[in-house]
């Protein structure tokens, strides 16, 4: 530790998209492996609907590239097996996560957004339910400790534009896909596979500078 110094965690800054189901798998181990590793995270749901849309998709390319769709789909049953965690597909998919991710952004400001966040994946991928339901969403808000009138404060004029203004940043970064990862120095890590690295990444570089 250097004198005078105070010494912080190492942080990564996660990012993750509710229609994502790739994102289901890192939001259900993240807290743990990071916890493992003493290395703070970062939850930040944001909305990949605009990105693609620059990219002129108007749905998910596991839908474009039908062959690309069916091994992502057994690709997540053998991984949600090997996790633990249960598979339901969703109907349709991709889901229309708005109503969530606003939602999600206003959760952060509380103690309990991780926990909100996990309960949306968990009816989503592990119910097959429809999160753009406002029911669906009043029960994840329940189940992770907060008052259902965050439906109301969600859809305010200021947190839309934090909303925007978040994928503007996503944007900013290049982020084309989710999950993602970033660390402290602008690495940027996709994909669930590439979670322990990440945190590996910004471990070592944050032991280098202390």
């Given at each position: 530790m250097?004198?005078?110094?105070?010494?912080?965690?190492?942080?990564?800054?996660?990012?993750?998209?509710?229609?994502?189901?790739?994102?289901?798998?890192?939001?259900?181990?993240?807290?743990?492996?990071?916890?493992d590793r003493g290395v703070d995270?970062?939850?930040?749901?944001?909305?990949?609907g605009p990105i693609f849309g620059v990219q002129g998709w108007t749905t998910s390319p596991f839908n474009i590239y039908p062959a690309k769709g069916r091994n992502m789909w057994r690709d997540m049953e053998r991984e949600c097996a090997r996790l633990g965690l249960p598979l339901v597909q969703p109907d349709p998919f991709p889901q229309n996560t708005l109503l969530a991710a606003r939602v999600a952004v206003r959760a952060m400001t509380t103690g309990n957004g991780p926990a909100f966040c996990k309960a949306v994946f968990e009816a989503e991928f592990g119910q097959g339910r429809d999160v753009s339901s406002p029911e669906v969403l009043a029960g994840a808000l329940e189940q992770a400790g907060l008052s259902a009138s965050l439906l109301e404060e969600?859809?305010?004029?200021?947190?839309?534009?934090?909303?925007?203004?978040i994928g503007a940043e996503a944007e900013r970064l290049g982020i084309?896909?989710?999950?993602?990862?970033?660390?402290?120095?602008?690495?940027?890590?996709?994909?669930?596979?590439?979670?322990?690295?990440?945190?590996?990444?910004?471990?070592?570089?944050h032991e280098k500078t202390f």
């Open positions: 250097r004198e005078g110094t105070r010494v912080t965690r190492p942080v990564v800054t996660f990012w993750f998209e509710f229609a994502s189901t790739y994102s289901y798998l890192s939001t259900m181990r993240v807290e743990a492996v990071a916890a995270v970062i939850w930040q749901p944001f909305l990949l969600a859809v305010t004029p200021e947190n839309k534009q934090a909303v925007r203004d084309f896909g989710a999950p993602r990862f970033v660390t402290e120095d602008g690495e940027l890590f996709w994909g669930n596979d590439r979670l322990e690295q990440a945190l590996d990444w910004e471990l070592t570089k």
